[in-house]
Every structure is written in structure tokens, then in C-alpha cells.
């Protein structure tokens, strides 16, 4: 147990659906991340949240679109996905966004599946 | 551009070996890497992390090494057991200084099983 939460753990969903994705951190963390984690390729950083303020969209569609309503909190909203979309999201939370930032603690992650 | 990548994709071992695990990068400016374990259905979980003013650092059955010449760093696990079995990720970063944040890249990751 890492101290960050995700709910749900598994989604499918049909590409004309919007779903979200929650995140939920209890370790007092002001920096929160999404990351997207495909079969045969690196995690891929796509947003990062620092103190609720959105510091980082690592060229990501806008079908995904993210919310951070406060430090503990962090949800990616998504709409009209692709297949390609299908994915592990992960999420992460750091003490800060500056030195601390570098110890990242990961959710469990959402596996979704867009049909 | 730049890149973190592991020469092998999959390391099998016995339990009580000892494992290493490589990641090679190009990116000279990095300051900063980290190892990570992945176990099947779970997010990455930080294991041990190494700056680059370092050669080696030690934690528990864990070592990492760093060799800044040839750009290569490795992940040494002690009396490797069954519980060690899963994928092994490094990643670097580059710190942009003041309150900014380090943004980490992560390599592609090894698989590591350990038979009992």
C-alpha cells in the first residue's frame, strides 16, 4: 500500500463514452502525476499538477483532460477515445514539485479498454 | 534525442543469486536516476536512487551503481528471491532548478524472474 488510490481499478468503455479516472493520495504530497503505461513502451509522463496548478501537459490529446481540485485530489476525464487509448493509467504523488520531486509513489493504476 | 533504455529485456536467475540488472542513457545532462519495481498489478514502487555527483549507493541487498564515462547504470540485487521477481525500470532526470519540478524518463524495463 503506497498511500495513493485509484479507483476504478478496471475500465471498458465504448468510444463515444465519457468516463473519469480518480486519483486519491493520503500522504500529504503537493504534486500530483498522470502517466500512461502501454504494452512494449515506457511509462509516458502526460500531465503533472504542482500546488493544484497544472505545470506540465506533455502533448496530450484533449479527449484527456485532466482535474486537480486539490492536492490530495486528481481525476483525468475522458471522452471520445480511441482503441489506441487502451492503457495502464497510472497515477503518482511527490512531497513537492522541485527536489522532492523525484520520489514518485504510484498508484495500483486503471486498466482501461476502449472499444 | 535523448533516451534511457536496458540492454536486456529479461533476466532469469535462482534464488540466492545474485542479480544485476542494466540500463544504459545518453543523456549527459541528467542529474539525477532512480530504480523502480513494477510487480504484476501494481504500480511502479521506488526502490533506491543515485545522483550524479555519485558512484555507487547501497541499500538494503540493493546497489546501484553508476558509471558516468560510458553512461550506464545498474541495479545489483543480493541473495535474489522469489519475491524480487518482477519488472525493473530506471529512469533519469534533469533537474531545471528553483521550484521547477524533474521530470523523469523512464526506460523500458526488465523483466526479472528468480526460480525458486
Known amino acids: 500500500e503506497t498511500g495513493v488510490t485509484q479507483t476504478p481499478r478496471h475500465l471498458v468503455m465504448g468510444m463515444t463514452n465519457k468516463k473519469s479516472l480518480k486519483c486519491e493520495q493520503h500522504?500529504?504530497?503537493?504534486?500530483m502525476y498522470w502517466y500512461k503505461q502501454s504494452a512494449k513502451k515506457p511509462l509516458e509522463l502526460m500531465f503533472v499538477?504542482?500546488?493544484?496548478?497544472?505545470?506540465e501537459n506533455n502533448s496530450v490529446p484533449s479527449r484527456f483532460s485532466p482535474e486537480c481540485p486539490n492536492s490530495s485530489h486528481l481525476f483525468l476525464h475522458l471522452h471520445t477515445l480511441q482503441p489506441e487509448d487502451s492503457a495502464l493509467y497510472l497515477c503518482?504523488?511527490?512531497?513537492?514539485?522541485?527536489?522532492?520531486?523525484?520520489?514518485?509513489?504510484f498508484g495500483p493504476g486503471t486498466r482501461l479498454t476502449v472499444t | 534525442g535523448e533516451s534511457v533504455g536496458l540492454h536486456l529485456p529479461t533476466l532469469s536467475v535462482q534464488e540466492g543469486d545474485n542479480s544485476i540488472i542494466n540500463c544504459a542513457y545518453s543523456?549527459?545532462?541528467?542529474?539525477?536516476f532512480i530504480w523502480y519495481k513494477q510487480e504484476s498489478g501494481k504500480g511502479p514502487q521506488f526502490i533506491i536512487d543515485?545522483?550524479?555527483?555519485?558512484d555507487k549507493r547501497q541499500g538494503q541487498r540493493v546497489t546501484v551503481l553508476l558509471n558516468k564515462t560510458v553512461k550506464h547504470l545498474s541495479l545489483q540485487i543480493a541473495a535474489t528471491q522469489p519475491g524480487d521477481s518482477a519488472v525493473y525500470f530506471c529512469?533519469?532526470?534533469?533537474?531545471?532548478?528553483?521550484?521547477?519540478?524533474?521530470?523523469?524518463?523512464f526506460g523500458q524495463g526488465t523483466i526479472l524472474t528468480v526460480h525458486p
Open positions: 503518482a504523488s511527490s512531497q513537492d514539485g522541485g527536489p522532492s520531486s523525484y520520489e514518485q509513489y
Open positions: 499538477y504542482n500546488f493544484k496548478e497544472q505545470t
Open positions: 543523456n549527459s545532462a541528467s542529474d539525477y
Open positions: 500522504l500529504g504530497h503537493n504534486a
Open positions: 543515485i545522483r550524479s555527483n555519485m
Open positions: 529512469a533519469e532526470n534533469i533537474f531545471a532548478g528553483g521550484t521547477s519540478y524533474g521530470k523523469l524518463t
